[in-house]
C-alpha cells in the first residue's frame, strides 16, 4: 500500500498501530488519520432527542460532548416490552422522490409490502418515515411495539444529512465518476451507478443517526438492537411450506440468545455485521484502494442491510461511522453509500465490527440474492443453529494480526463446506459444473 497525496499512512505503520489498539479506540484517535486532516466531529451534530434512557446512555453522551450535556435520564420504558429481553428493530424508509425513474424494487409500492412482512414479525419495532406516510406505516400494525418516528420531514433534515446536500447532489457523483481501474472481472466489486443519487446517498448515510436516535429515545428499555434495511425482505425470498414469502422468519421470530451471542464478540465497541460473498475479490491493506480515491470502489465488503449490537456498541459504531464519513469527506474519498465507508470504520477503529462471513444458506432457505444475515439471528434451524463471526481486520486485511477477540464457529443448519458453496453457484449460473 503506497503513500498517497492525502498522507494515508503506509500498511507497515498500520501493523505497528495494531500493536497497541485499545478495546474502544477513541473516536479522535482512528489508527488512520489521514494526516491528520479532520472533518466535522459528531459532537457537533449529536443531540440527544428526548431524554436518554439509561445511565450508561446518558453517560456515554456527556463523553461525547465533553461536558454534562444530559443531568439525569429515564430508568422507566415509556412501554412496557413485548417480552422480556426482547431485542428492538429499527429501520428507516424515505421513498425516493424520482419514483417514475425507479426500476420496481425501488419503488414505493414494493417497500410497502416489504414493510408490511415486517409488521408480521410482532417485534418491537422502531421506524423512521416522513409524516406523510407516519398512519399509512401505523395502519400496518397498531400496537404500541410498532413505534413511528416522524419528527424529520425529509431526509435532509436529519442531523447527518442537513449539511450534505451539495456533496451528495455534486461532490460525491464527481468522485463517483472519477472511479477507475474496473473491469467485468471485477464483478460485483464494481460500482453501480443507479445507487449513485443524492436521495439514496442521505437515506444510506441516515442509518447510524437512526440507530443513534432510536438508541436514545429507547422507548422499550432495550439493550438488544437489530438495524435492518426497510426493503430487506424481498420479494424473490424463500417460501415456507405454505408458499409465503419469507413465512419461515415471519413466523419465527428473533432469538435472543443468538444475538446475545453476537453482542457477546461485539460487546460495547461495535456490531456484528454481514459480509459479501468476496467471489470476486478482496483488498488486503497493501491494497492501493485504501490509498487512491479512484480504487475505493474496491473496498466493499460489507452490506450493511442488518446489524446487531448493544445500547452502547451501536452508539460506538454509529459515532465512528458518522467521524469517518465526515473526515473522508474533508479528505475526497467518496462516501456517496455506506458500503464503501464500512471497510474505512474497519481499519480505523478496531472492534467497532465484528462481521459473519457470506455462507450459502440450506436450499430451503436459498434465493438469488441471500445475505444470511437476515436469518440468523432468527429461530430459525433451532438454538444450535448460529452464524460464524470474526474480527475482519484479522480474517480479511491484516492476516497475521491477532485480536483480542476469538472468532466463533458456525453451528446446526448453518455449518458449510467448499462442496455446499460450489453447488450453490452452480445452482445460480454463477460456474459451469465441472464434467465428471
Not at 467485468?184 to 443524492?198: F, H
Not at 455506506?338 to 471497510?343: G, P, R
Amino acid at each position: 500500500m503506497g503513500t498517497y497525496e492525502n498522507g494515508f499512512d503506509q500498511a507497515s505503520s498500520y501493523r505497528e498501530k495494531l500493536k497497541r489498539v485499545q478495546d474502544l479506540t477513541p473516536l479522535d484517535e482512528p489508527l488512520i488519520s489521514w494526516a491528520g486532516h479532520r472533518g466535522r466531529s459528531p459532537r457537533e451534530y449529536l443531540k440527544p432527542p428526548v431524554l436518554p434512557y439509561g445511565r450508561e446512555v446518558a453517560e456515554w453522551q456527556n463523553a461525547l460532548s465533553g461536558r454534562r450535556e444530559v443531568a439525569w435520564f429515564r430508568d422507566t420504558p415509556e412501554i412496557p416490552p413485548i417480552r422480556q429481553d426482547a431485542p428492538t428493530m429499527v429501520l428507516i424508509f424515505y421513498p425516493r422522490p424520482d419514483q417514475g425513474d425507479a426500476r420496481p424494487i425501488h419503488q414505493s409500492a414494493s417497500y410497502l409490502k416489504r414493510i408490511e412482512r415486517i409488521a408480521q414479525m410482532g417485534e418491537q419495532t422502531i421506524l423512521y418515515v416522513p409524516p406523510e406516510l407516519a398512519e399509512t406505516i401505523r395502519a400496518m400494525r397498531p400496537d404500541p411495539h410498532w413505534y413511528i418516528v416522524d419528527s424529520y420531514a425529509t431526509v435532509w433534515d436529519i442531523p447527518t444529512n442537513d449539511y450534505q446536500r451539495d456533496n451528495f447532489a455534486n461532490k460525491q457523483p464527481r468522485l463517483f465518476s472519477e472511479f477507475d481501474g474496473y473491469t467485468d472481472a471485477d464483478g460485483e466489486l464494481r460500482p453501480v451507478d443507479r445507487y449513485n443519487r443524492a436521495h439514496h446517498s442521505a437515506v444510506c448515510n441516515a442509518k447510524a443517526f437512526v440507530m443513534y436516535d432510536a438508541v436514545m429515545r429507547n422507548p422499550f428499555g432495550s439493550d438488544r438492537w437489530m438495524y435492518v434495511d426497510a426493503g430487506f425482505l424481498f420479494d424473490d425470498g424463500p417460501k415456507d411450506a405454505d408458499g409465503v414469502i419469507w413465512g419461515d422468519l415471519i413466523k419465527s421470530g428473533l432469538d435472543e440468545a443468538k444475538i446475545d451471542r453476537a453482542i457477546g464478540v461485539s460487546r460495547d465497541t461495535g456490531v456484528v455485521m454481514g459480509e459479501y460473498s468476496h467471489r470476486d475479490g478482496c483488498p488486503d491493506i497493501e491494497d492501493e484502494c485504501w490509498s487512491d480515491p479512484r480504487r475505493t470502489w474496491r473496498g466493499r465488503q460489507f452490506i450493511a442491510n442488518v446489524y446487531v449490537g448493544s445500547s452502547l456498541g451501536m452508539l460506538n459504531y454509529s459515532a465512528r461511522f458518522m467521524q469517518t464519513v465526515d473526515d473522508m469527506d474533508a479528505n475526497g474519498l467518496y462516501t456517496g453509500r455506506e458500503e464503501f465507508v464500512v471497510a474505512f470504520v474497519v481499519l480505523r477503529y478496531p472492534n467497532s465490527v465484528f462481521s459473519i462471513p457470506w455462507f450459502p444458506l440450506p436450499r430451503a432457505l436459498d434465493y438469488r440474492w441471500q445475505f444470511p444475515g437476515k436469518l440468523v439471528f432468527s429461530r430459525v434451524g433451532g438454538p444450535e443453529s448460529v452464524p460464524p463471526i470474526v474480527d475482519p481486520i484479522a480474517a480479511l486485511y491484516v492476516r497475521d494480526y491477532v485480536p483480542s477477540r476469538s472468532s466463533l464457529p458456525a453451528g446446526g443448519i448453518y455449518v458449510t463446506s467448499p462442496e455446499d458453496c460450489y453447488e450453490w453457484k452452480i445452482r445460480h449460473g454463477l460456474m459451469i459444473s465441472k464434467a465428471k
